[in-house]
């Protein structure tokens, strides 16, 4: 007979949940919801051995557990701390972690330039939600900042290595779905950068994630770069029949042109399934896909301040027996559904 495993108690922020044991404290935060749920920068849960890189996800331990309630001596970083059982954790409640995630902004931002402008990650970018949050009006830097001429690295995709904050995700990503990783952080302290070894390109069929985990702009899709801001295209949930992914994707659409195409995201900014380069670069006609309707954006960050949807049970064309055929999403249908949105 198997026996049950013993969920620990954790309380976040005076919030109490039950979690299997080595989870971690910012999923168990993640389960419990809302504000206490610290940001993460490096932390991707489908990517292995992720996190502990950037210290974004600082929180005050103030009761280690219930069999040794001592404090943690410093703030720990919650993507890589397990929850003891009657561990008590303080994020939002606590000025230190608040001002720990100040400096760890401060530090980010020492040689990432302020290119929101002209940067096609603002509006959905996690560095610009922090800058603006815990940001420092000045910098007290007095160094000349580490500065990179932007570089194509293969057919897709963009480098701008000066946006980077060597979060390792992209790294990650290419080991955990291509066969062959073709880039890397290459040096090491001050130095390191990503980069190909002698300008190989990135070409691999599922190597496009690469811009969806990057937290910030430094990996861009070139087939979408300056074509509109954010804020001003309005993301469909759209399938297609697709032999190499799921084939479910987001169009970000103005009128019935489709700027560019994404995995789906969840609240968290993670991927659901990721999506192959054909779909994602190469399928910019939106006849070739199902638009099922207007995608809900669960996240704080720019792109989910403008009203996109009502309804989105009126929007399930899947109902209708033509639409599930792949080429349906003729004009009218895009003006039709265009039209509804507020
Ligand atoms: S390019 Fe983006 S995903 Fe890759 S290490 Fe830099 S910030 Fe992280
Ligand atoms: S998200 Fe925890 S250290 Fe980066």
């Known amino acids: 007979m198997s026996e049950e495993v013993k969920k620990f108690k954790v309380t976040i922020d005076g919030q109490t949940t039950e979690v299997l044991p080595g989870t971690s404290i910012l999923e168990a935060a993640r389960q419990i919801g809302g504000k206490s749920v610290p940001p993460a920068m490096c932390y991707y849960s489908k990517l292995e051995s992720s996190g502990g890189r950037c210290r974004t996800c600082l929180v005050e331990v103030s009761k280690g557990s219930e069999a040794d309630p001592r404090p943690m001596p410093k703030l720990v970083a919650s993507c890589r701390t397990s929850v003891m059982d009657g561990m008590e954790v303080k994020d939002l409640t606590s000025e230190k972690a608040q001002e720990g995630r100040k400096a760890v902004t401060e530090f980010l931002l020492i040689n990432h330039p302020l290119d929101c402008p002209i940067c096609d990650q603002a509006g959905e970018c996690h560095l610009q939600d922090l800058g603006y949050e815990h940001g420092n009006p000045e910098t007290r830097y007095e ?59 990135l070409d691999n069929d599922f190597i496009g994630n690469v811009i969806d985990v990057c937290p910030v702009g430094a990996l861009t899709d070139r087939t979408a770069r300056f074509a509109s801001r954010v804020w001003f295209t309005k993301p469909y949930n759209a399938t297609c029949s697709c032999t190499k992914c799921s084939g479910k994707a987001v169009l970000w659409m103005k009128g019935d042109e489709v700027i560019r195409v994404t995995a789906r995201k969840n609240q968290y900014d993670e991927v659901e399934d990721w999506i192959c380069n054909e779909c994602r670069f190469e399928k910019k006609n939106p006849a070739l896909w199902n638009i099922e309707g207007p995608r809900h954006i669960d996240r704080h960050s720019v792109i989910s301040l403008n009203h996109y949807e009502k309804n989105t049970d009126s929007y399930n064309v899947l109902d209708n027996p033509d639409a599930k055929e792949i080429g349906v999403a003729d004009e009218q249908q895009i003006k039709k559904l265009d039209n509804e949105i507020i």
């Open 143 to 201: 160094f000349d900042r580490r500065t990179f001429d932007a570089d194509d690295i293969g057919p897709y995709i963009k480098l701008n290595m000066n946006r980077c904050i060597l979060c390792a995700r992209c790294v990650l990503l290419a080991n955990q779905l291509t066969e062959k990783r073709e880039h890397g952080i290459l040096y090491r302290g001050d130095h390191a950068e990503i980069s190909t070894m002698l300008n190989k390109a």
